[in-house]
Nanobody, 116 residues
Framework: QVQLVESGGGLVQPGGSLNLSCAAS????????IAWYRQAPGKQREWVGL???????VYLDSVKGRFAISRDNAKNTVFLQMNSLRPEDTAVYYC??????????WGQGTQVTVSS
């Protein structure tokens, strides 16, 4: 059973940056498109962006140009660099397979709070 562990969240002021990490318990990233998701209080989980097994990336329009996904296959880790953060980016962030496939068990996520 694959375990996903997200980390790197925190409290940041608007305009600030955070770099989230998603570590997998075994090597899965080189074979799968991996996505980042987020869930804000009272809202459904939404897809934020993904990276394919060929390192192509696609992003939600509202984060395009501010967020960047990358990965280190050797470390079984995917990253989400978030810049120019806005209050509306406040959410718990998760990683998992890209939509369209069976999801791995969800990790605990990492809380991102953007507030002055």
């Amino acid at each position: 059973q694959v375990q996903l562990v997200e980390s790197g969240g925190g409290l940041v002021q608007p305009g600030g940056s955070l770099n989230l990490s998603c570590a997998a318990s075994r090597s899965i990233f080189r074979l799968n498109a991996i996505a980042w998701y987020r869930q804000a209080p009272g809202k459904q989980r939404e897809w934020v962006g993904l990276i394919t097994n060929r390192d192509s990336t696609v992003y939600l329009d509202s984060v395009k140009g501010r967020f960047a996904i990358s990965r280190d296959n050797a470390k079984n880790t995917v990253f989400l660099q978030m810049n120019s953060l806005r209050p509306e980016d406040t959410a718990v962030y998760y990683c998992n397979r890209a939509p369209g496939g069976d999801y791995y068990p969800w990790g605990q996520g990492t809380q991102v709070t953007v507030s002055s």
